[in-house]
């Protein structure tokens, strides 16, 4: 397994342990968006994407993993209500959480928001129809800093 996939994995854990009241154990997901398909019992959905901005230094590795919130849509305030929830949940389970993988520590130093809440539609419906429609889910992506380096003994 690579350090990325441990990575990976270890958010994911973090997530569905230090926030188990709000996320399934099954709706915090690892690259796999078939959880759309799903009947949205499971919602809300946190989607950690195989998509990680990595930069080296001579000391640490500064990593950037990328996770979705996904949120079934169910009327606008129950939705946004529900939403802001799981992401202010989703950022306490993973900051500043710490451990030790593949003989490097982990530190998760900060997570920030990637851009807009962003309202998805029914792919059936018409672009020039979609504003006159209700989305199916919202969601919006996050970004997880990470540093990582080596183990030292003090």
Avoid: C
């Avoid at 994995?9 to 569905?16: M, P, Y």
């Avoid at 946004?80 to 490097?104: H, M, P, Y």
Wanted: aromatic share 10%.
């Amino acid at each position: 397994m690579s350090f990325e996939s441990e990575l990976q994995e270890w958010l994911a854990g973090r997530a569905r342990d230090n926030a188990s009241d709000r996320f399934a154990y099954n709706s915090v997901v690892i690259n796999d968006w078939d959880f759309k398909d799903d009947s949205g019992d499971n919602s809300p959905y946190v989607l950690i994407a195989d998509s990680v901005d990595v930069e080296y230094d001579t000391l640490t590795t500064n990593m950037v993993v990328r996770a979705t919130i996904v949120v079934i849509f169910d009327g606008w305030k129950e939705t946004l209500d529900t939403f802001r929830d799981a992401r202010e949940d989703f950022v306490r389970a993973i900051l500043g959480q710490t451990q030790q993988l593949g003989g490097k520590f982990v530190a998760v130093n900060k997570v920030y928001n990637g851009g807009e809440i962003v309202e998805t539609y029914d792919p059936s419906i018409d672009r020039e129809l979609q504003p006159m429609s209700l989305p199916i889910f919202i969601s919006q992506q996050m970004n997880i800093h990470v540093e990582t380096g080596a183990i030292t003994d003090d």
